[in-house]
């Protein structure tokens, strides 16, 4: 069974840092979909893409860019986000997803296996 489970959400105050997991099934990379992402949504808003990495690149959002570093430990089936100078607006559910899309995109459409969510809150 493919799965995606996040973990790591709370609340911080602004300027400080989380870091978010992203637990696969070996599933998922036997059928292919060796590129993961990060999408955020807050309330009343569209899921956003944050973050992708596949086998050859990463991808960041301008609006996260230096902030945020994706990660994956294919040993230990788990991606990793982590969060620095969080600002209030970064506040919302992220999500992880996973796609057999050959390289790191933001269409969101391209991303057919997903998480739960984790909410992460960032206070002023």
């Known amino acids: 069974q493919e799965q995606l489970v996040e973990s790591g959400g709370g609340l911080v105050q602004a300027g400080g840092s989380l870091r978010l997991s992203c637990r696969f099934s070996?599933?998922?990379?036997?059928?292919?979909?060796?590129?993961m992402a990060w999408f955020r949504q807050s309330p009343g808003k569209e899921r956003e893409f944050a973050a992708a990495?596949?086998?050859?690149?990463?991808l960041y959002a301008d609006n996260v860019r230096d902030r945020f570093i994706v990660s994956r430990v294919n040993a230990e089936n788990t991606m990793y986000l982590q969060m620095n100078n969080l600002k209030p607006e970064d506040t919302g559910v992220y999500y992880c997803?996973?796609?057999?899309?050959?390289?790191?995109?933001?269409?969101?459409?391209?991303?057919?296996?997903w998480g739960q969510g984790t909410q992460v809150t960032v206070s002023s």
């Open positions: 997803a996973a796609s057999d899309f050959y390289t790191t995109t933001v269409d969101r459409t391209k991303y057919t296996t």
């Open positions: 070996a599933s998922l990379r036997t059928a292919g979909k060796d590129t």
């Open positions: 990495i596949s086998r050859h690149s990463g």
